[in-house]
């Protein structure tokens, strides 16, 4: 049974790798077998992340472009499947953040996240999923977030393309499915990560997500391991189109 969750010869591509949830997924792919290509805007951080991983006997290489450059996203695949011929596993997980009032947003704040956490993922899912129809296996997991469950202030663009992504998550999961391709995505609650340092510094925001969430605390960036390895295997062959809360049960409660 243990071998179904397995990614044992298999090529995964993370991006947004370098830190944060995406090196702790890439982590988790290659310390379940797959070679894992790591990407990120910065290739010297990317390397030192890569190197990192590479010290703990782990399969990886550094994969550098701007996931909001339609045209370094087309170079980037075709350099992977230059590289390894192939692309088994996708994730999605690059994203920015940018909070404000309502007010204060201009148009340009806004298409610039959507374009890094919604238009990239379709555009890498696209190209993947080109590959992944030519051997009938694929798995391509979609980093969403709770707050496209339940909402919040300020973070307005944030919300609005990670509910887009639970939807592009679904609908690419109804095309692909018979062809052996599974689209899932994970919905993480609040995890202590570069991306969340401001709110990590304000003591009265800790203590609310502290006693919001049943589980009591902030989740670490090695607890999103388990689900993205699980949907990435065989085990999880008959998941689809499932949006995976990881939340600590914050989703669920009042």
Same mark, same amino acid.
């Given at each position: 049974?243990?071998?179904?969750?397995?990614?044992?010869?298999?090529v995964?591509?993370?991006?947004g790798?370098?830190?944060?949830?995406?090196?702790?997924?890439?982590?988790?792919?290659a310390?379940? %077998?797959a070679?894992?290509?790591l990407?990120?805007?910065?290739a010297?951080t990317?390397?030192a992340?890569?190197?990192?991983?590479?010290?703990?006997?782990l399969?990886v290489?550094?994969?550098?472009?701007?996931?909001a450059?339609a045209?370094a996203c087309?170079d %980037?695949m075709?350099e992977?499947?230059?590289?390894?011929?192939?692309?088994?596993?996708?994730?999605?997980?690059?994203g920015?953040?940018?909070r404000?009032?309502v007010t204060?947003?201009?148009?340009?704040d806004f298409?610039r996240?959507?374009?890094?956490?919604?238009?990239?993922?379709?555009?890498l899912?696209r190209e993947?999923?080109?590959?992944?129809?030519?051997?009938?296996?694929?798995r391509?997991i979609?980093t969403g977030?709770?707050v496209?469950i339940l909402?919040?202030?300020?973070?307005h663009a944030y919300?609005a393309?990670?509910?887009?992504l639970?939807?592009?998550?679904r609908?690419?999961a109804a095309?692909?499915?018979?062809?052996?391709?599974?689209?899932?995505?994970i919905?993480p609650?609040?995890?202590?990560?570069?991306?969340n340092?401001?709110?990590?510094?304000?003591?009265e925001?800790?203590?609310?997500?502290e006693q919001?969430t049943?589980?009591g605390?902030w989740?670490?960036?090695?607890?999103?391991?388990?689900a993205?390895?699980?949907l990435?295997?065989?085990?999880?062959?008959?998941?689809n189109g499932h949006v995976?809360?990881?939340?600590?049960?914050?989703?669920?409660s009042?």
């Amino acid at each position: 049974m243990l071998e179904s969750f397995s990614a044992k010869g298999r090529v995964a591509l993370v991006t947004g790798a370098s830190r944060g949830l995406g090196l702790a997924m890439a982590e988790a792919l290659a310390a379940a %077998g797959a070679r894992v290509l790591l990407n990120a805007r910065e290739a010297a951080t990317l390397a030192a992340a890569a190197d990192g991983l590479r010290a703990k006997g782990l399969e990886v290489e550094p994969l550098p472009f701007d996931v909001a450059d339609a045209a370094a996203c087309r170079d %980037g695949m075709a350099e992977l499947l230059r590289r390894h011929g192939r692309l088994d596993i996708l994730v999605n997980n690059a994203g920015i953040q940018h909070r404000v009032p309502v007010t204060e947003w201009t148009d340009a704040d806004f298409e610039r996240v959507v374009a890094v956490n919604l238009t990239s993922c379709f555009r890498l899912a696209r190209e993947a999923a080109r590959s992944m129809l030519e051997r009938r296996w694929g798995r391509i997991i979609n980093t969403g977030s709770v707050v496209a469950i339940l909402g919040r202030p300020t973070i307005h663009a944030y919300v609005a393309a990670k509910a887009g992504l639970h939807g592009l998550t679904r609908s690419l999961a109804a095309e692909l499915a018979r062809d052996g391709i599974t689209v899932n995505a994970i919905a993480p609650g609040y995890f202590a990560t570069e991306m969340n340092t401001a709110l990590l510094q304000n003591a009265e925001f800790t203590a609310w997500v502290e006693q919001r969430t049943p589980a009591g605390r902030w989740a670490r960036p090695a607890e999103l391991g388990g689900a993205v390895v699980f949907l990435a295997s065989d085990a999880a062959a008959y998941v689809n189109g499932h949006v995976l809360a990881v939340d600590g049960g914050l989703s669920v409660s009042l």
